[in-house]
C-alpha cells in the first residue's frame, strides 16, 4: 500500500527557510485524483492543514501561510516537498505529509518529523 | 475559515464501554468531514470518511454519524487499543481544518 515518509533537518535557525521532502513509496505520485498535502502538529496542539500540491503543479496554500511558503512535486523521484521561508520559534511543529483526494480527506500519512526552529 | 469544535476535550473510560465524541462545525459542511485516530509518535489515521463511511481496515465497532453542521463519531465497545487522540476534520472548503482533538483514556 501507499506509504509516505517525511525528511529534512530537525533544526532550522530563525528567519532561515525550512525545507522538507515527503517521499511517496507503493504507489505513483503521478496517480490522478489525488493531492498531496502538507500538516503540522505544534507541541500540545491541534492539526493544521499548510497546504497542497496536485501532480501538475497546482498548488493550494492556507492563507495564514501563503506568503512564506511554496511547494514542489518532483514525479520523477516519487517526491513532493515543502519550503517555508523567514521562520520563527512559532513554526516549531510535527510536519506530516500526506495525500487526500478530491473530497479532501487524508489518508495515508507519513510518521511526521518534528522541526525545531531556535538558534 | 470554517472552525471546528469537539467535545468532551478529553474523557477516560472503561474497556467495553460505549464512546461518543461530538464534533460541530461553524457553518453547514453537507458530509465533507472525516475522523482521525492518532497516537503519540504514529501517523494519524483515518477511521471515517465522509461523515459515516467506515475506512477499510478500520474496526466495526467505530460508526459516525451526521451531516451539516454536527457529527459523532461512537465506538460501540472501548477497546485497550483505541487509547489516543481523536480528530475531526472538514473539508468542505479550504482550508481545511480540524478540530481541536479528543483525547481518549484507557
Known amino acids: 500500500q501507499v506509504q509516505l515518509q517525511e525528511s529534512g533537518p530537525g533544526l532550522v535557525k530563525p528567519s532561515q527557510t525550512l525545507s522538507l521532502t515527503c517521499t511517496v513509496s507503493g504507489g505513483s505520485i503521478s496517480s490522478g485524483g489525488y493531492y498531496w498535502s502538507w500538516i503540522r502538529q505544534h507541541p500540545g496542539k491541534g492539526l493544521e492543514w499548510i497546504g497542497y500540491i496536485y501532480n501538475s503543479g497546482t498548488t493550494y496554500y492556507n492563507p495564514s501561510l501563503k506568503s512564506r511558503l511554496s511547494t514542489s512535486i518532483d514525479t520523477s523521484k516519487n517526491q513532493f516537498s515543502l519550503k517555508l521561508s523567514s521562520v520563527t520559534a512559532a513554526d516549531t511543529a510535527v510536519y506530516y505529509c500526506?495525500?487526500?483526494?478530491?473530497?479532501?480527506?487524508?489518508?495515508?500519512w507519513g510518521q511526521g518529523t518534528l522541526v525545531t526552529v531556535s538558534s | 475559515d470554517i472552525q471546528m469544535t469537539q467535545s468532551p476535550s478529553s474523557l477516560s473510560a472503561s474497556v467495553g464501554d460505549r464512546v461518543t465524541i461530538t464534533c460541530r462545525a461553524s457553518?453547514?459542511?453537507?458530509?465533507?468531514f472525516s475522523w482521525y485516530q492518532h497516537k503519540p509518535g504514529k501517523a494519524p489515521k483515518l477511521l471515517i470518511y465522509a461523515a459515516s463511511s467506515l475506512q477499510s481496515g478500520v474496526p466495526s465497532r467505530f460508526s459516525g454519524s451526521g451531516s451539516g453542521t454536527d457529527f459523532t463519531l461512537t465506538i460501540s465497545s472501548l477497546q485497550p487499543e483505541d487509547f489516543g487522540t481523536y480528530y475531526c476534520?472538514?473539508?468542505?472548503?479550504?482550508?481545511?481544518?480540524f478540530g481541536p482533538g479528543t483525547k481518549v483514556d484507557i
Open positions: 500526506a495525500r487526500n483526494n478530491r473530497s479532501g480527506w487524508f489518508d495515508p
Open positions: 476534520q472538514q473539508s468542505f472548503s479550504t482550508p481545511f481544518t
Open positions: 457553518q453547514s459542511i453537507s458530509n465533507y
